[in-house]
């Protein structure tokens, strides 16, 4: 069974930057064979898918961040990336992680104007 582990939200100004990581445990063949996305939820709105990361390393994004985050894996230790640059307000909520089926417990990120 996997699990997963969020970490790198944080508070930040507009414009800034932060760079969230998602570890995965126990199945580390899980990220050589399974899509790995990221989620966010905003208060008072449904879950939305941001990016996303197949096996083979093909890149998805949202047309909301497209050309300021960018998702990226490490294999050798088991963890899947999200930088996001030029932070806006809007991109204030809590950031999942999904991996096949399993989810995160999320990382807040809050963005002040």
């Known amino acids: 069974q996997v699990q997963l582990v969020e970490s790198g939200g944080g508070s930040v100004q507009a414009g800034g930057s932060l760079r969230l990581s998602c570890v995965a445990s126990?199945?580390?063949?899980?990220?050589?064979?399974?899509?790995t996305s990221w989620h966010r939820q905003a208060p008072g709105k449904e879950r939305e898918l941001v990016a996303s990361?197949?096996?083979?390393?093909?890149?998805e994004y949202a047309d909301s961040v497209k050309g300021r985050f960018t998702i990226s894996r490490e294999r050798a230790k088991n963890t899947v990336y999200l930088q996001m640059n030029s932070l806006k307000p809007e991109d204030t909520g809590i950031y999942y992680c999904?991996?096949?089926?399993?989810w995160g417990q999320g990382t807040q990120v809050t963005v002040s104007s």
């Open positions: 999904k991996l096949g089926t399993t």
């Open positions: 126990g199945s580390i063949f899980s990220l050589n064979i399974l899509t």
């Open positions: 990361i197949t096996r083979g390393g093909t890149t």
